[in-house]
């Protein structure tokens, strides 16, 4: 089964900074992820995905795919103390039916 | 929002006892799934569905079984609840699987305490 690993954390930056929150995986077949924000208490909720080598931008949000090297990250610019929250990275295991997650990167943005 | 419900919302019971939870969406979608989270291991899936009666095991499915009659409900039963059951479980849904860029969407979650 494919793997996808997260550094646990707590990555604390200060407003106004950037956040760069990193992800490796197993599979070099891997060609798409996707990223989830989990606020304490709360479900996982969907902020991005990536196909594909490159960089997506979405507001204050970019995700960029390194296939080479195997790694996805997520920066995050401007941050902000809302955006202190937990990050889990995932990618589709293999058959397409469910997904591989990272045990996630608790961020904490100082005001 | 994705119209997913998970009931209960906060369930204690003690050793031993059957526990189901249930999961309910109202997207239509094919695919369902049981996760539980736990500190420090992140979700971890227990069971999945691919359609109504077809389910399949996940990676901590030991304990857990799984029953989906209707496409909008699918059930995670513990037949015997131990304490290491405690946890807050997740039901997810997807359209595809996880094909192109078709993710899952989470429900609110139940906290089950097992004394």
């Known amino acids: 089964q494919k793997e996808v690993e997260q550094n646990s954390g707590p990555l604390s930056v200060p407003e106004g900074a950037i956040a760069s929150l990193n992800c490796t995986y197993s599979d070099r077949g891997s060609q798409s992820f996707f990223w989830y924000r989990q606020y304490s208490g709360k479900s996982p909720e969907l902020i991005m995905f990536?196909?594909?080598?490159g960089d997506k931008e979405d507001g204050r949000f970019t995700a960029q795919l390194n296939k080479a090297s195997q790694y996805v990250s997520l920066l995050i610019r401007d941050s902000q103390p809302s955006d202190s929250a937990t990050y889990l990275c995932?990618?589709?295991?293999?058959?397409?039916?469910?997904?591989?997650f990272g045990t996630g990167t608790r961020l904490l943005v100082s005001p | 929002d994705a119209g997913i419900t998970q009931s209960p919302r906060h369930k204690v019971t003690e050793t031993g006892t059957p526990v189901t939870l249930r999961c309910h969406q109202t997207e239509n979608h094919r695919y369902m799934y049981w996760y539980r989270q736990d500190p420090g291991h992140g979700l971890r899936l227990i069971h999945y569905s691919y359609g109504v009666k077809d389910t399949d095991k996940g990676e901590v499915s030991d304990g857990y079984s799984v029953s989906r009659s209707k496409t909008e409900d699918f059930l995670l039963t513990l037949e015997s609840a131990t304490s290491s059951q405690t946890s807050v479980y997740f039901c997810?849904?997807?359209?595809?699987?996880?094909?192109?860029?078709?993710?899952?969407?989470f429900g609110p979650g139940t906290r089950l305490t097992v004394l």
């Open positions: 997810a849904i997807s359209e595809r699987g996880g094909v192109g860029s078709d993710t899952q969407y």
């Open positions: 995932a990618g589709p295991d293999t058959g397409f039916q469910k997904l591989v």
């Open positions: 990536i196909y594909s080598n």
